[in-house]
């Protein structure tokens, strides 16, 4: 018996030794391509990097989820830019877009979204004491905010609610590039964080906005470099899902029910995002999302958690 527990305790730790290991590589790789001679995007465990070469240094658009991300990324801008980073734009709260922001100096030039630094204090207040409170943003809007830096012109704005209510997409004017952060989920199914102010529904319309600036390449949050096409398309998935939940909701049917009899045709070649095997983005996600919205299962939770408070 003693054996036997000991070849299970031995097992054991070199499936978890394995873990580890694997954990790290995917954390520690980062991958870069041009977009265009002054624009770099940077994949790895989390949302894409932007990366804009200026005559003063490097803006960067979103840090990805660790500080070792942080880190790495912070190198390789500077390997392509030949210059200090001088600027990040946190596109929304999420922590697998502005975690690594504390591998940078505290007093780094932060900027996002009035709501974005409203929605960090509410949902992630705790990562963002001690040294990391110093890479919080420092510069907030709402609207429209212009950014000279080293002869490159960057556009912030806020257009609308779509993955969460203080969504920031970033232009580059010079280059004709922009940054969706997760206001575009490339061939990817996406988070819908409807307790932030997410929405399916008025999501379309705000990528109208989007469509309405001048630009030619796209950066998603997730997925390959596109373009125009590409944020169209993620937009007829959208509407497409919002039509087949919305009217599953108004015929009265489950969740369950929902989950069996939606149609959709637009997600053709979408890949979820899985984290870890803790957390996985796909179609059952995302319709349930849309039912949650329909059938106002969020805001009925929210009003009777509140009720329980005050009880």
């Avoid at 392509?80 to 975690?99: A, M, P």
Wanted: charged share 25%.
């Amino acid at each position: 018996m003693k054996r036997i527990l000991g070849w299970a305790l031995g097992v054991a730790v070199l499936v978890a030794a394995g873990f580890a290991i694997y954990v790290y590589q995917t954390v520690a790789t980062l991958e870069h391509e041009p977009v265009t001679g002054s624009v770099s995007v940077i994949f790895g465990l989390g949302g894409n990097v932007g990366v804009l070469q200026t005559a003063r240094g490097a803006a960067l658009v979103d840090t990805m989820t660790f500080r070792m991300q942080g880190d790495g990324i912070r190198q390789l801008a500077e390997q392509l830019t030949g210059g200090e980073v001088q600027l990040i734009l946190n596109t929304h709260y999420h922590r697998d877009h502005t975690h690594g922001n504390p591998a940078f100096p505290v007093g780094t030039r932060v900027v996002a979204t009035d709501r974005t630094k409203q929605l960090l204090g509410i949902f992630d207040a705790d990562y963002w004491k001690g040294d990391a409170a110093g890479t919080l943003p420092n510069e907030t809007f709402s609207g429209d905010h212009e950014i000279s830096l080293g002869g490159k012109t960057i556009r912030a704005l806020q257009l609308g609610p779509g993955h969460t209510d203080g969504d920031m997409v970033v232009l580059f004017v010079e280059d004709r590039v922009i940054h969706m952060g997760d206001l575009l989920f490339n061939r990817r199914y996406p988070n819908v964080d409807l307790e932030a102010g997410g929405t399916i529904r008025g999501w379309p319309d705000t990528l109208d906005k989007v469509l309405a600036l001048d630009f030619d390449k796209v950066i998603p949050g997730h997925g390959p470099v596109t373009d125009r096409a590409g944020i169209e398309q993620f937009q007829r998935f959208l509407r497409e899902l919002w039509r087949e939940v919305d009217a599953a909701a108004e015929a009265g049917k489950s969740l369950d029910e929902t989950l069996r009899s939606v149609h959709l045709t637009e997600d053709a070649g979408y890949q979820p995002i899985e984290f870890f095997h803790m957390f996985r983005l796909d179609r059952d996600f995302v319709v349930r999302r849309a039912w949650e919205e329909a059938t106002g299962a969020v805001k009925k939770k929210a009003e009777a958690a509140a009720t329980g408070v005050r009880g």
